[in-house]
Every structure is written in C-alpha cells, then in structure tokens.
C-alpha cells in the first residue's frame, strides 16, 4: 500500500497563499492519478484537485483559478499551491493516489491543517 505524507499547511491570512506538498512513499512515474482532498470540520472529505500520470488535471469549480496542483516524479512528491486563499478554504488536507478506476490506493495520513483566517 502506499504511504503518503503531507506537509506545509498552517495559518494564513485571507488573500495569501500556501503550497502542500506529498511525498509518497513509492515511485509515482506509474500511478495513474494523484489526488488532493480536504476535509473541513463537520463536512465530508471533498476531492479538490487531480494530475494524472499523463499530466492532465482536474480542479473542483470552489477552487478553480486558485490551486495549481503539480507534480515530481523524480521526488516522488505532489504539489498543491494554493493561491488567493478564503477563509471557506479551511481544512485538513490529504493526499492521496487513485488507479485507474478511480480507487484509492494509499492509506488515509493525517493530512495537513490549512487556517485561513484575519
């Protein structure tokens, strides 16, 4: 199973900006799809960005314009860059990798807090 770490969250002021890194703990060159995911207090875990292995990606509409996500295969990590930030954007982020239907393959970590907040 791969194991997924994710880092760089934290307190921020609205307006800011934040980058989220993952590092896996396998080769991601192969993995069909790297995912972000976020969940804020009380709410479900909502997908918020996809890259592909082909590089494609894919942005849910609430933060379309704002996050970038990336990725490096030779350091086997995945970006998430958050820009222009709102305080609805607060969460626990996770990481995660999906094969080719769309199944989860890592075990769920512990995310990464993201505060945005005056």
């Known amino acids: 199973q791969v194991q997924l770490v994710e880092s760089g969250g934290g307190l921020v002021q609205p307006g800011g900006s934040l980058r989220l890194s993952c590092a896996a703990s396998v080769s991601i060159f192969s993995i069909n799809a790297l995912v972000w995911y976020r969940q804020a207090p009380g709410k479900q875990r909502d997908l918020v960005a996809r890259?592909?292995?082909?590089?494609?990606?894919t942005y849910a509409e609430s933060v379309k314009g704002r996050f970038t996500i990336s990725r490096d295969n030779a350091k086997n990590t995945v970006y998430l860059q958050m820009n222009s930030l709102k305080p609805d954007d607060t969460a626990v982020y996770y990481c995660?990798?999906?094969?080719?239907?769309?199944?989860?393959?890592?075990?769920w970590g512990q995310g990464t807090l993201v505060t945005v907040s005056s």
């Open positions: 995660n990798a999906h094969n080719k239907f769309g199944i989860t393959l890592g075990a």
């Open positions: 890259i592909t292995s082909g590089g494609s990606t």
